[in-house]
């Protein structure tokens, strides 16, 4: 096993830096360095504090079968559908909304619209698969067909609407938001 490898990627998940990992588990950042590099081995007390820092419990950490998910099948995907305002949610990767990007795939009836989002710090691109919408953002009105894609930062109200005669469909990343 990879101890320092494994603590150095849960560093990075959890955005600390070495120096901001050692102050809270009262180490040096050159001794939090030479863990990652396996250089040194932390003592079992050691290694608990710095996982619990992490948010990660033992058994996590030595369970060698956590791989990470990649492909994620229909099967995994859910389902969200809002009849009243003619639109399909299906959440692309399950959890999503706790990882740092939310892709979604989003299906409009004719002249169905997305809910109203407040402004936030996300950023949000989104691709026309098919069909025509656009994008209320603030005061402007964007329109994308087809193949085409929107890219912004959420900064002011925004809204989707299908302004297709028939029905839409896209896909939509949105980063999180830390507002």
């Not at 396996?38 to 504090?49: Q, R």
């Not at 698969?129 to 087809?146: N, S, W």
Request: aromatic share 12%; net charge negative.
């Amino acid at each position: 096993m990879d101890i320092g490898k494994k603590i150095k990627n849960l560093r990075l998940k959890k955005g600390l830096t070495q120096e901001e990992l050692g102050e809270r588990t009262d180490l040096s950042k050159g001794y939090i360095s030479q863990l990652e590099r396996d250089l040194s081995s932390p003592s079992i007390e050691t290694l608990f504090d710095i996982l619990e820092v992490l948010g990660c419990s033992p058994t996590e950490f030595f369970n060698e079968d956590s791989k990470q998910k990649v492909v994620y099948r229909e099967e995994d995907m859910t389902d969200f559908y809002e009849e009243e305002r003619g639109y399909h949610v299906k959440w692309l990767v399950p959890e999503s909304n706790e990882k740092e990007m939310e892709p979604i795939k989003l299906i409009f009836s004719a002249k169905g619209e997305f809910k109203k989002f407040e402004p936030s710090r996300s950023e949000t691109f989104i691709y026309i698969l098919k069909g025509e919408v656009a994008l209320r953002l603030g005061r402007e009105l964007y329109k994308a067909k087809q193949n085409e894609s929107f890219y912004f930062h959420a900064i002011d109200e925004h809204q989707l609407i299908n302004v297709f005669d028939g029905a839409s469909e896209l896909i939509l990343v949105a980063t999180e938001s830390y507002l």
